[in-house]
């Protein structure tokens, strides 16, 4: 078994499913010790177990990324159990509203979109990015975007805007702190069989059939897939890739 990351600290947010579980339980299987954080207590529990089930260390920390407060008391309790952070796998987010255009969308639903799935990025990786300078050794930090943020959903605006800053804001990132060892990036997924992906499907018949369609490997991913891509942007094998935003999404992005 490859255990790159034995001694090493890996943080993953909207980690009680889909893909912030896979990530977290990659993580974990290649020996790193693993801080889940979710607002959804029972599902961030429940990764916990699984990591721990297979012989491996990790805590649960319940944090809301959109609050700076609950953001740095969540790098803070990190570092008081293990004293490091190595990685970090920015992935809370949400989808408010699905197939409603701009004019009709709700002021309350963008302001809490934005708030997770662009400030939130934007305050962990602020708080990260500091104790990772202070460490002064190699980290990664891998956001996660979207397809999304590579090109235009009509009827989704506040998803599309949130994934569109979270790219530019990993890019320009990247680029601040090339020269400190500090590799970011981001992952871009297309159709992923997650949570989100069931609440689409589930509001519109035929959605699942019609993402499909839109694949050219004709099939949706699986939340695995997207963390194998997480951990490779974190591991030596990466070493010389920082600002990217990796599409894993069958092909789509191409279109």
Not at 20 to 27: Q, W
Not at 117 to 130: A, D
Request: contains cysteine; proline residues 3%; aromatic residues 6%.
């Amino acid at each position: 078994m490859n255990r790159e990351f034995k001694g090493k600290v890996a943080l993953v947010t909207g980690a009680a499913s889909g893909i912030g579980r896979a990530s977290s339980l990659a993580f974990a299987k290649r020996g790193a010790k693993v801080v889940v954080s979710d607002v959804t207590v029972k599902g961030g529990e429940e990764t916990l177990r699984l990591i721990k089930g297979s012989g491996e260390e990790g805590i649960f920390l319940k944090a809301d990324v959109s609050r700076s407060a609950e953001v740095q008391a969540l790098i803070r309790k990190t570092i008081e159990t293990y004293g490091r952070l190595d990685y970090a796998h920015n992935n809370a987010g949400v989808a408010r509203a699905i197939a409603v255009p701009t004019a009709d969308y709700k002021e309350e639903d963008w302001e809490i979109e934005m708030g997770v799935n662009l400030t939130g990025v934007w305050l962990c990786m602020k708080y990260e990015i500091r104790r990772m300078l202070m460490q002064g050794e190699k980290a990664a930090i891998v956001n996660t975007a979207s397809i999304s943020g590579l090109s235009a959903h009509p009827a989704n605006p506040a998803y599309v805007a949130s994934k569109f800053g979270c790219v530019g804001l990993t890019k320009t990132a990247a680029l601040e702190y090339a020269k400190t060892n500090i590799r970011i990036n981001c992952v871009c997924p297309g159709p992923i069989y997650t949570g989100l992906f069931d609440q689409v499907a589930a509001a519109s018949p035929g959605a699942e059939e019609a993402a499909k369609a839109m694949v050219p490997m004709g099939r949706i991913g699986k939340p695995e897939e997207v963390a194998e891509a997480v951990i490779w942007l974190c591991s030596d094998a990466a070493s010389f890739v920082t600002a990217l935003a990796l599409s894993v999404d069958g092909g789509e992005a191409a279109l």
